[in-house]
């Protein structure tokens, strides 16, 4: 197949790179170098293919800084779930941890996908897609965030009814995990009772969190946070996060005690809990 105006194919980049096809299609693979599949031929763009030649090359011995997260974007969007994997095996290699690669990586990629999917951009079906593929990115992951020794205690993570979007929840949870708490992971659109439900039946509760990415959701929030208020413990934290709170004041507002960014945030949170109580039983 011939390549489109303002293009080339895949074969004809990889001469002008001096490299193997193969090489090159590894590239577009780890997300270096963007393409798309134009009738089953990959088709590079005579821009990208400049972006690329022009970009300096990483100093040996030095921890790669590269645009992992506009990477993995351009991969999620294009459906190419072998192709994102090699994205955040590439940033591991380059010295990222898990941690990193949830924060710095899949979260800012995801969050640029519904940016765009909100601005007309990308359909929906792409957004789905690009869930559907992190949520395996983050099964071959999770095992890493596995911490050994004695829990310090449970924390309940769940998104309230309306609210669709798991993905926040399940990465917090592997974050909140790795500092050493058990953590039930109730995903998405849950009602106000199941949340008491959950509270109630967990073993040593410390704190519940709630993710909320849409406006729409605020509602639901504060009927799930009032009926937590009523039903669990008074000493269990209410914790609220998400794209649709705006800070801690916004959070306290809408009935929580405290505000998380996202999970490295709530891990602070949930330490200096733990930190304040032995503050007070040393005393």
Request: glycine share 10%.
């Amino acid at each position: 197949m011939t390549s489109q105006p303002g293009s080339m194919t895949l074969h004809e980049a990889a001469e002008a790179l001096g490299v193997h096809y193969m090489t090159a299609y590894r590239y577009v693979r780890l997300g270096q170098l963007e393409a798309r599949k134009v009738g089953g031929t990959w088709q590079v763009a005579e821009v990208d293919l400049e972006a690329y030649q022009a970009r300096p090359a990483a100093a040996s011995g030095t921890r790669q800084c590269a645009p992992w997260a506009q990477r993995l974007e351009h991969r999620l969007v294009a459906g190419d779930a072998n192709g994102a994997w090699g994205v955040i095996e590439a940033a591991l290699s380059g010295g990222s941890d898990v941690e990193e690669i949830y924060l710095d990586v899949v979260s800012p990629a995801m969050s640029s996908i519904g940016e765009r999917w909100s601005l007309g951009e990308l359909d929906v079906a792409v957004e789905h897609r690009a869930s559907v593929i992190v949520t395996r990115l983050l099964g071959r992951l999770c095992h890493r965030f596995a911490r050994r020794g004695r829990s310090k205690g449970t924390v309940v993570l769940g998104a309230p009814s309306g609210e669709f979007h798991s993905l926040p929840v399940a990465m917090a949870a592997d974050l909140v995990r790795q500092n050493g708490w058990e953590v039930s992971d109730l995903g998405a659109d849950l009602p106000p009772r199941s949340f008491v439900h959950a509270a109630n039946e967990a073993d040593d509760l410390v704190a519940v969190g709630l993710s909320v990415t849409v406006e729409s959701s605020l509602a639901a929030l504060r009927e799930s946070l009032v009926a937590l208020r009523d039903g669990v413990s008074s000493d269990v934290l209410l914790i609220v996060g998400g794209r649709a709170i705006r800070d801690r004041a916004h959070a306290v507002e809408l009935g929580a005690d405290d505000f998380a960014a996202d999970g490295r945030s709530f891990g602070v949170l949930l330490d200096g809990l733990i930190t304040r109580s032995g503050a007070v039983n040393a005393s």
